[in-house]
C-alpha cells in the first residue's frame, strides 16, 4: 500500500515523463528499478514498492543488481565455453569415427539430426548451447547450406 506521498512523487514523475522534463536520480532510478532486477534475478519484483525505498536504499539495490548481472555474465561466459568445447569434441569424435573432415562430420551431425529439428539448424545449435557464441556463429555459417541439403534428401526419402 502506498502512501500519500508515494502516490504523489509518483504522480510527480508521470508528469515529468509526459512532459520529457529532466528526471532526477531517485527518479532514474525508479524507472530502472524493474528492468535492473529482471536483469539480475530473470523477473521482475512484484511486491517491492520502489517509492517506498530511500535514495540510499536504491543504490544499495542497484550495487547489488549489477554484482548479480557480473556474476550471471561470468557463469554465462563459463557455460558457453563448456557447451563450445562439447560441440568441438562431438565433431572430432565423429571426424574420428570416420567422417575424416569436419564438412563431412557437420553433414553426418546434421543428417542426424534433421529429422527432429527440420528447417531450424539454429534451434539444434541453441540446443547445443553455442548459436549465441562466437564459434555457434561460425558453425552456424558452415552449417546451413549442410543442412539445407540433409533436409531436401531427407524430405526426397520420405
Not at 508521470?14 to 536520480?25: D, F, G, P, R, V
Amino acid at each position: 500500500m502506498m502512501t500519500e506521498s508515494q502516490i504523489q512523487e509518483q504522480n510527480e514523475l508521470e508528469s515529468k515523463l509526459a512532459h520529457n522534463y529532466e528526471l532526477t536520480h531517485r527518479e532514474n532510478m525508479i524507472l530502472l528499478y524493474s528492468d535492473f532486477h529482471k536483469d539480475a534475478y530473470g523477473f521482475r519484483p512484484r511486491t517491492i514498492n520502489v517509492y517506498a525505498l530511500t535514495t540510499e536504499e536504491l543504490d544499495a539495490d542497484f550495487d547489488r543488481f549489477e554484482r548479480v548481472c557480473a556474476e550471471n555474465r561470468l557463469e554465462e561466459l563459463a557455460a558457453e565455453a563448456e557447451a563450445d568445447n562439447k560441440f568441438k569434441t562431438l565433431i572430432a569424435n565423429t571426424i574420428q569415427m570416420g567422417a575424416g573432415d569436419e564438412v563431412t562430420a557437420l553433414r553426418w551431425i546434421a543428417e542426424g539430426e534433421v529429422e527432429q529439428y527440420g528447417y531450424d539448424y539454429e534451434h539444434f545449435l541453441w540446443n547445443q548451447g553455442i548459436l549465441y557464441s562466437t564459434y555457434g556463429k561460425e558453425i552456424a555459417q558452415k552449417i546451413a547450406p549442410i543442412w539445407g541439403k540433409a533436409l531436401y534428401k531427407s524430405e526426397k526419402a520420405a
